[in-house]
């Protein structure tokens, strides 16, 4: 599926024929071209949007043209339409990214904003892009965006934006750059002499001088004012009289001149102004069928001739648009003076529009026509293909325009609204909208009646719908952690649908294997997931398969499977290799599960291999990447490297981008904080975070807070080791039984190794040294087979006396010594660190790397995507730390420190 284009928003319009040559500010806007950013700001009826056509039609680069509107608020719909417009003339600018902003999981903004601006620095030449009416925006997302896009604008670039609102952009930096070119209302007034131009050769009126120079101090040179002004005083015999009482601010102005100026046409065009008002975009045919009058496009023609206010969009003079602020005025007199004909017109819009394929302008105008039974018509049947490319948004804000009693008799538009509801996350009101549905499927009347009674537009959905409403109550079920509903659901819709519906099936076996995971029966979990996304992938969802190697692959490292989890991963990869490129979802997120398994294997240089991978797939693909996932396990890499505060504030990062989803939340990122706090030796910051999550020795035990449970044990064993507590280490050993026989029995070999470790070290604490060796061999006997290390290794210190006794009794003598080394390179890792007063960031080791190459300043900070002063920045920290003065000693300090 791809989501809809309107082409006539990527129209340069096209400048008059008879126009005041505005040279002062042409040449501003020439000049602005050195620079980032073009900013014209000032309110309706400034000539905004005709300045800048005027000046296109005489610039010498090539110009890409985005005319917003509402329908652009949403971040995709904005990103589709921008990749558009430069598609117009740069070729193969984002072909891959449009297809990724349609799958389930689309890529970050700034993964998309980096693909463009990696193809754009490739470009041999110099483009032009303008945003007109931004003010129509108001989503912080997309202003977020697009100062992303001006932090890292290739010179290749320059953009620019119109419109009537000073936007949420970082101009007072890029002013201070010498980055922004800005021209405001006070630029944009005509000039007397420019005032006496427009009468003369673009009005064909003869004024006098004194006449002109009233006209101009009246309106303040505001060129709207000055047009209906032109227009009010054709064929007038009192001109001055008329001025003379031409007075007021712009909104009196408008009314006044608007009034004047549709008193003097004839009633033809005079409804045709009015009732055409309504549309957003002028076409012959389609205002033919809003007027019910004809020859639609000789009077859009007559009117630009006639300087009416109305816009050209193309050049074959198809399409036009009225002047915004005159099209509000026209409105206006058009409530006032055929009110009880709004409806109608809008109603003849949206059966212009159904016929004509543009299903979204159809439903828009049939609500404002309140024309709900036709707007629910068209949305029942517009839901599938919006439901592809993931508009729940858009169809929930439909569906609360129309009365409750409509969609209650009409049993598919009710599961559509209940899936726009799980889109838009407000899951409580779920239940009550597929209520309304099943009552018509439970209904004790006949066939025949219930069929007259009800409304039903998509029958093949119909048809779905007991199997639609028990798949969405098992998701919702999953998501509200009502795990014995979403077993009961996603079991009944098995019941329902036949072995060869691969899609319904897939996803409920899946359902179920997610609810199997929740309530720690893993193995149970991994079986009923495989064999759903067996059938996703016989369903053709190949990019939804690959993702679902993920979790398979989450399952088997909780239950300590190492190999078998990387061997998940790697048919995920061989899955996405097959199908070629683009590459899809979820191989991004792949390599970041096999990064945190060489972790765990101490392979701390193909960890970070692995997770720089996925990030250099994310930003040269636009895949998605979770950014959560991303930065705990670049947290779990500086942990093992010694950097526990780089560590925590990744952490820090993580927690704010976590949302919740159908996955279980096994390892919470605040209990993985806690453990770091720990090490630092903040023990009264872990205590406050068992006090805030209500964790005690005395829980209940559940597979969902098992990660939590065995983190407050270690939160306890800090406590004890400094107050000494001797009932609390009693405590302690208790919680710890009751977690290794319940990880035990769920077959969780992971969560039960890291619980003996802890027993161990817990028995040690007392002096109880037979009990603590016990339970280190038994550990040392589960992890061995697959290659555990950075389990053993983060325990430091007081592990190591007691794998040096254990290896003392003759057993694992080839395992034992692998983790000592280990825990000895660990050590001096850290007293590395500890050389350093403050350890270096992410980015700071990143510039290191690429010290040691070839590369000039400059080409480093492109590499990196930063600004030359950016990287300065990070130069002038790193230098500081390191303490040395050059490039050439930063790398021989690093050397010798080992940060290599």
């Known amino acids: 599926m791809n989501r809809p284009i309107l082409m006539t928003k990527l ?31 000032a309110s309706a009826g400034y000539g905004k949007t005709r300045l800048i056509s005027e000046w296109i039609a005489g610039c010498d680069l090539p110009v890409a043209w985005l005319s917003l509107d509402e329908g652009d608020n949403e971040v995709a719909s904005f990103l589709t339409h921008v990749i558009a417009a430069l598609s117009t003339i740069i070729e193969d600018i984002g072909g891959e990214v449009v297809g990724t902003l349609e799958s389930q999981q689309p890529p970050s903004t700034k993964s998309i904003l980096r693909i463009l601006i990696n193809k754009i620095s490739a470009l041999t030449y110099k483009f032009v892009l303008v945003l007109d009416d931004f003010h129509v925006l108001s989503n912080k997302r997309i202003d977020d965006a697009l100062a992303f896009l001006l932090e890292y604008l290739p010179r290749q670039m320059h953009l620019v934006i119109a419109t009537r609102e000073h936007p949420q952009l970082p101009l007072s930096r890029l002013r201070a750059l010498g980055d922004l070119t800005e021209l405001r209302a006070a630029d944009l007034r005509f000039t007397t002499s420019e005032a006496a131009e427009f009468f003369s050769q673009v009005m064909d009126m003869a004024l006098s001088t004194d006449e002109i120079t009233a006209l101009e101090r009246r309106t303040e040179g505001w060129v709207a004012g000055l047009q209906l002004a032109a227009l009010s005083m054709q064929g007038l015999e009192d001109i001055p009289g008329f001025i003379r009482v031409f007075s007021g601010d712009n909104r009196f102005i408008v009314d006044y001149l608007v009034e004047e100026v549709l008193r003097r046409q004839p009633e033809h065009i005079r409804n045709f102004l009015l009732q055409t008002s309504i549309l957003e975009r002028l ?60 409806a109608e017109l809008h109603w003849r819009a949206s059966v212009w529009y159904e016929q004509n394929g543009s299903v979204t302008d159809a439903i828009r105008h049939a609500l404002a026509a309140n ?52 889109a838009g996350g407000e899951f409580v009101a779920v239940e009550e909208r597929l209520r309304d549905a099943e009552r018509w499927l439970e209904s004790t009347k006949d066939i025949h009646t219930r069929m007259a009674e009800m409304i039903i537009m998509d029958h093949e959905e119909f048809h779905h719908l007991p199997a639609t409403i028990a798949g969405y109550r098992a998701a919702r079920s999953q998501v509200m952690g009502d795990i014995p509903a979403a077993i009961q659901y996603a079991q009944r819709v098995l019941d329902l649908v036949p072995e060869g519906d691969h899609l319904r099936r897939g996803a409920a076996l899946a359902l179920l294997g997610l609810a199997a995971w929740t309530s720690g ?12 996304m067996a059938g996703v992938l016989l369903a053709g969802n190949i990019s939804d398969a690959i993702a679902g190697t993920i979790t398979l692959a989450d399952i088997r490292m909780a239950q300590g499977r190492m190999r078998q989890s990387m061997y998940a991963y790697e048919r995920g990869l061989l899955l996405s290799a097959e199908n070629g490129e683009p590459i899809l979802r979820g191989t991004v997120e792949i390599h970041m599960g096999i990064s945190v398994l060489y972790c765990e294997y101490n392979d701390l240089h193909a960890a970070e291999y692995h997770l720089l991978r996925s990030k250099e797939l994310s930003e040269t693909t636009g895949c998605s990447q979770n950014s959560y996932r991303w930065h705990t396990a670049m947290a779990q890499i500086l942990e093992a490297k010694g950097d526990l505060n780089g560590a925590l504030s990744l952490l820090l990062m993580a927690e704010r981008l976590y949302r919740s989803d159908f996955f279980p939340n096994v390892r919470p990122v605040s209990a993985v ?52 507590m ?35 070290l817990a028995h040690h604490i007392q002096g109880a040294i037979p009990a603590a060796l016990v339970s280190l061999d038994r550990a040392l006997t589960l992890a061995r087979s697959e290659g555990y290390v950075r389990i053993f290794v983060e325990e430091g210190e007081p592990i190591v006396t007691l794998l040096k006794a254990v290896l003392g009794q003759g057993v694992h003598i080839n395992y034992i010594p692998q983790l000592l080394n280990a825990i000895v390179k660990a050590k001096s890792n850290e007293t590395v660190k500890q050389v350093l007063n403050e350890p270096l960031s992410v980015r700071e080791l990143e510039v ?52 290599f």
Request: some cysteine; overall charge positive; proline content about 2%.
């Open 521 to 532: 029966d893993l193995e149970k979990a991994y079986r009923m997931f495989d064999e759903g």
């Open 848 to 899: 290191l790397q690429l010290f040691r190459s070839e590369l000039s300043g400059p080409e480093i900070a492109r590499e990196l995507h930063v600004s030359l002063n950016t990287l300065r920045s990070h130069t002038k920290n790193m230098y500081s730390k390191l303490e040395v003065n050059n490039r050439r000693a930063a790398v021989r300090r690093a050397e010798e420190l080992e940060l």
């Open 371 to 422: 024309d709900f039974a036709r707007a629910a018509n068209l949305i029942e049947v517009a839901w599938p293909a919006m439901r592809k490319l993931r508009q729940g948004l858009a169809i929930l804000g439909w569906l609360k325009m129309l009365p409750d009693e409509l969609i209650r008799c009409r049993p598919v538009l009710s599961v559509e609204y209940a899936w726009a509801l799980m």
């Open 11 to 41: 129209y340069i319009p096209v400048p008059q024929s008879r126009v005041v040559l505005r040279s002062r500010l042409i040449e501003q806007l020439d000049k602005g071209l050195d620079r980032k950013l073009t900013l014209i700001t």
């Open 673 to 724: 904080k806690t453990r770091v706090w720990i090490k630092q030796g903040k023990v009264d910051d872990a205590l406050d975070w068992a006090r805030e999550h209500a964790l005690s020795v005395e829980d209940d035990l559940s597979y969902l807070r098992e990660f939590e449970h065995i983190t407050l044990a270690r939160v306890l064993l800090a406590q004890y080791k400094r107050d000494r």
């Open 283 to 342: 076409y012959g045919p389609l205002c033919d069928a809003v007027t019910g009058q004809e020859d639609g496009s000789l009077r859009l023609e007559a009117l630009e001739r006639g300087n009416f206010f109305v816009v050209r969009l193309d050049d074959k003079r198809l399409w036009y648009r009225y002047h915004h602020l005159f099209a509000q005025v026209l409105y206006t007199h058009l409530k006032a003076d055929q009110s009880d004909r709004i």
């Open 726 to 760: 001797a009932r609390s280490i009693i405590e302690i050993l208790g919680l710890l039984e009751r977690l290794f026989h319940a990880a035990e029995k769920g077959g969780r070999t992971k969560s039960a190794t890291e619980i003996l470790i802890l027993q161990a």
